[in-house]
């Protein structure tokens, strides 16, 4: 295996296991059983301050029309959502978040904080600044070329 193979093999290890690691750890600090998709619609919506429709959000979040359709059902079924239908094309329905859903989010922001916060102050801001440039490089380069 040449050297550039196995930094990139590596760093991809690396990302992977650290989104595993951080994942895990705000399940279990996120209240209500909410799972980290829903947080991150709702902190999505809550930061437009707009309607979306499911394919915009799908787009956003880089998932399929499907698992942004299951997961707005269950933000929906909670109450943290209202979808309405397009009054101006009734194919399409529109995605806003509720009070309750600026609620739950706040509440979800309010537990993960102190984590991250932690984390962040654990590597030291230094740190954290430079992997920022080339964390952000990398997410442009694989949005660009799917």
Do not use: C
């Not at 009054?87 to 922001?109: E, F, H, M, N």
């Not at 992997?131 to 070329?145: H, I, M, S, Y």
Request: net charge neutral; charged share 25%.
């Amino acid at each position: 295996m040449s050297e550039q193979n196995a930094l990139a093999i590596s760093l991809i290890s690396e990302i992977l296991t650290a989104d595993q690691l951080l994942r895990n750890r705000l399940t279990r600090v996120l209240p209500n059983k909410m799972e980290i998709s829903h947080f991150s619609v709702l902190n999505h919506l809550a930061g437009i301050g707009d309607e979306r429709t499911p394919a915009q959000l799908a787009k956003s979040f880089h998932v399929t029309r499907g698992a942004m359709t299951n997961t707005l059902s269950k933000l929906e079924i909670a109450g943290y959502v209202h979808i309405r239908p397009d009054w101006d094309d009734a194919r399409r329905k529109l995605v806003a978040i509720s009070p309750a859903g600026a609620q739950a989010r706040d509440a979800a922001l309010a537990a993960i904080t102190p984590l991250i916060n932690e984390t962040v102050a654990d590597l030291g801001d230094d740190k954290v600044r430079a992997a920022l440039p080339v964390l952000r490089d990398l997410r442009v380069k694989l949005e660009t070329t799917t």
